[in-house]
C-alpha cells in the first residue's frame, strides 16, 4: 500500500460551485487554487461539505478531474464515494482522474454495508489507501471498528460525530490514522492524540486552521482556544443554528473572502439577509485577526 502518513496536518474540501445547468468546474478549480495556496496538506474532492449526495455521476467524475488537474501533484487529492450502487463505478472514474486515495461515506447505520463498501474498493483497487468517514448515521463500536481495520487498505478514519467519548474509545483501535471534520472540538481532540483535521474554514480562510493548528503543535493551548473562540466557534454555531444553511454559511463566507462560490443544490438553503450580514461580521473579525501587524501594533498588543 502506497504511505498514507504525508496526509497528515489539514484536509481541505473544495465546494461544488452548482449552476442551473450542472456545475462551474472554473470556479471549482479557482476553489481548489485558494486552498492550495493557503497551505492545505491534502485536497479532498467532492466531499460531504461539497454535496456529494446531490452530485450526479457524470459530475463527480468532471469534479475530481478539476481538481487533481489543478494540484498538478502539488498536494495529494482524495476523492469521496457515496456508499451505494454507483461507489465502485465512481471510485475507479476517480482512480483513472488521478486520485492517491478514496474516502468513503457510508449511506447507512448497517456495518455490515460499510464493510462490503470498503472491502470492495479495496478490490478495485489494492494498496490504494482508503478513508471511512465516520459519522451518523452509522456509528460504531471498538469492536466493530477493529474488524474494519483488519483491511490492510484502511489507513484513515474521519469523525463526523463530534462525541469525544465515542472518540477516545475508538481511538484505541491500533493501526489507524484520525481525522476531526469539526474545529470546534479540535481541543479535546487532539488532547486524546488527534493530530490531523479537515475544518470547513479552509474554503474561504485556510491561513485560519494553519494558525490555530501551528499554536497546538507549538504547545501554545491558549493561544489556539483564543483562534478557536474568535471564529471556529459562532461560525459553526451560525452553520447548525437551521437545517440546510450549513453549506451556505460557508460560501457566503467564501464571497466574503473574494473567493468565488457559485450556489447550493437543493435540499441546502439560501440564507437569509441576517444570517448573510452575521456570516460578513465574522469575517471581518478574522481577516482583522489575521492581518499582518505592523512593529507599533505588535508591541501594543
Do not use: N
Not at 213 to 221: E, F, V, Y
Request: proline share 7%; charged share 25%.
Amino acid at each position: 500500500m502506497s504511505d498514507p502518513a504525508p496526509w497528515q496536518g489539514i484536509w481541505g474540501f473544495p465546494l461544488t460551485p452548482f449552476t442551473r445547468r450542472g456545475i462551474d468546474l472554473d470556479v471549482l478549480a479557482a476553489g481548489t487554487r485558494h486552498q492550495l495556496a493557503g497551505g492545505v496538506d491534502v485536497l479532498c474532492a467532492c466531499g460531504a461539505i461539497a454535496q456529494l449526495g446531490e452530485l450526479r455521476p457524470p459530475e463527480h467524475t468532471a469534479a475530481v478531474r478539476a481538481i487533481v488537474e489543478e494540484s498538478a501533484g502539488r498536494r495529494p487529492v482524495l476523492a469521496t464515494v457515496l456508499g451505494g450502487r454507483d461507489a465502485r463505478r465512481l471510485a475507479a472514474a476517480a482512480l483513472a482522474a488521478g486520485a492517491a486515495g478514496m474516502v468513503y461515506v457510508p449511506h447507512c447505520a448497517q456495518v455490515a454495508a460499510a464493510e462490503r463498501g470498503l472491502r470492495s474498493l479495496a478490490r478495485l483497487a489494492p494498496g490504494v489507501p482508503l478513508a471511512l468517514y465516520h459519522r451518523p448515521p452509522l456509528r460504531l463500536r471498538p469492536a466493530e471498528l477493529e474488524r474494519l481495520a483488519a483491511l490492510p487498505e484502511l489507513a484513515w478514519v474521519k469523525d463526523g460525530h463530534r462525541d469525544v467519548r465515542l472518540f477516545r474509545r475508538l481511538a484505541g483501535v491500533e493501526g489507524l490514522r484520525w481525522v476531526s471534520a469539526w474545529e470546534d472540538v479540535a481541543l479535546p481532540f487532539w488532547a486524546l492524540g488527534c493530530s490531523t483535521f479537515a475544518p470547513a474554514s479552509t474554503a474561504y480562510a485556510p491561513e485560519y486552521s494553519a494558525a490555530w493548528l501551528g499554536r497546538l503543535r507549538a504547545g501554545d493551548l491558549a493561544g489556539a482556544r483564543r483562534l478557536l473562540e474568535l471564529h471556529a466557534y459562532p461560525m459553526i454555531d451560525l452553520r447548525l443554528a437551521r437545517t440546510g444553511i450549513d453549506i451556505a454559511v460557508v460560501k457566503a463566507a467564501m464571497e466574503a473572502c473574494d473567493v468565488p462560490a457559485g450556489g447550493v443544490r437543493s435540499p441546502a438553503r439560501a440564507l437569509s439577509g441576517s444570517e448573510r450580514a452575521r456570516v460578513r461580521a465574522l469575517v471581518a473579525q478574522l481577516r482583522a485577526e489575521l492581518r499582518p501587524r505592523s512593529g507599533r501594533e505588535a508591541r501594543a498588543a
